[in-house]
Nanobody
Framework: QVQLVESGGGLVQAGGSLRLSCAAS????????MGWFRQAPGKEREFVAA????????YYAEFLKGRFAISRDNAKNTVYLQMDSLKPEDTAVYYC????????????????????WGQGTQVTVSS
C-alpha cells in the first residue's frame, strides 16, 4: 500500500498562489498515476488535475483555464499542484490520489479509478 499526505494548504488572498505537495510513503509513486481533486462544502468531489506515471501526460479540469499546474518528482516520491491566480471559488479541501498503473489506461478525471487517497489539505481564498 501507499500512504499519501498532502500539505501546503492555507489561507491566501484572491490573486495569490499556493503550492500543494503530496508526499507518498510505503511504495514508490513511480508505479502510480496521480491526481488532485477538491471538495467544497456542500459540493461533490471534483477533478482538478492528473499526471501519468512517467509525467509524460497531464490532464486538467477545463474550469482551471491554465491557472494550476501538476508536476511530480518520482525521486522525491512527491506530487505537486502549483496554484496561481487563486479565486474565492477555489476554496475547498484538496485531495491527492493514486492509481496503480494497471491496464487498460483509465480516465484519470474520474475519482473512482483511484485506489489511494490522502486526508486532504484545506485551501481558503479570501476576496
Amino acid at each position: 500500500q501507499v500512504q499519501l499526505v498532502e500539505s501546503g494548504g492555507g489561507l491566501v488572498q484572491a490573486g495569490g498562489s499556493l503550492r500543494l505537495s503530496c508526499a507518498a510513503s510505503g511504495r514508490t509513486i513511480s508505479a502510480y498515476h496521480m491526481g488532485w481533486f477538491r471538495q467544497a462544502p456542500g459540493k461533490e468531489r471534483e477533478f482538478v488535475a492528473a499526471v501519468t506515471r512517467s509525467g509524460g501526460a497531464t490532464y486538467y479540469a477545463e474550469f482551471l483555464k491554465g491557472r494550476f499546474a501538476i508536476s511530480r518528482d518520482n525521486a522525491k516520491n512527491t506530487v505537486y499542484l502549483q496554484m496561481d491566480s487563486l479565486k474565492p471559488e477555489d476554496t475547498a479541501v484538496y485531495y491527492c490520489a493514486g492509481r496503480p498503473t494497471i491496464a487498460p489506461m483509465p480516465d484519470l478525471r474520474k475519482p473512482d479509478v483511484y485506489t489511494y487517497w490522502g486526508q486532504g489539505t484545506q485551501v481558503t481564498v479570501s476576496s
